[in-house]
């Protein structure tokens, strides 16, 4: 499966931006997507993922209420999208933003980014004045 991220860009804080990542190739119903952030010198971390079927959403406490994940499937091309809608930004947002998918991921372990194999190109936020 083939990902590409994009929305990324510079924001004040406050602000908002919307992420998108485009899913194509051979994807299944039980499919997980998912998003992770990167900081400079820190590690990568869990932001939000979505089950494909049956649209369950998992937020990380760090964005509940101001980050939604969300997800679109097109019978046209046939490309699963999964969005990041980010609102009231934080300079601590500020971060190289993946998204992931992965089959047959459990619950426990769908904030694990090590159990994500497939993994898009990465977009840059940064929330600064």
């Known amino acids: 499966v083939q990902l590409q991220a994009s929305g990324g860009g510079l924001v004040q804080p406050g602000g908002s931006l919307r992420l998108s990542c485009a899913a194509s190739?051979?994807?299944?119903?039980?499919?997980?997507m998912g998003w992770f952030r990167q900081a400079p010198g820190k590690e990568r971390e869990f932001v939000a993922a979505?089950?494909?079927?049956?649209?369950?959403?998992?937020?990380?406490?760090s964005v509940k209420g101001r980050f939604t994940i969300s997800r679109e499937n097109s019978r046209e091309n046939a490309k699963k999208t999964v969005y990041l809608q980010m609102n009231s930004l934080k300079p601590e947002d500020t971060a190289v933003y993946y998204c992931?998918?992965?089959?047959?991921?459990?619950?426990?372990?769908?904030?694990?980014?090590?159990?994500?194999?497939?993994w898009g190109q990465g977009t840059l936020v940064t929330v600064s004045s």
């Open positions: 190739g051979r994807t299944s119903s039980n499919y997980v």
């Open positions: 979505i089950r494909w079927s049956g649209g369950s959403t998992y937020h990380a406490a």
């Open positions: 992931a998918a992965q089959s047959g991921v459990i619950l426990s372990s769908i904030s694990r980014h090590d159990q994500y194999k497939n």
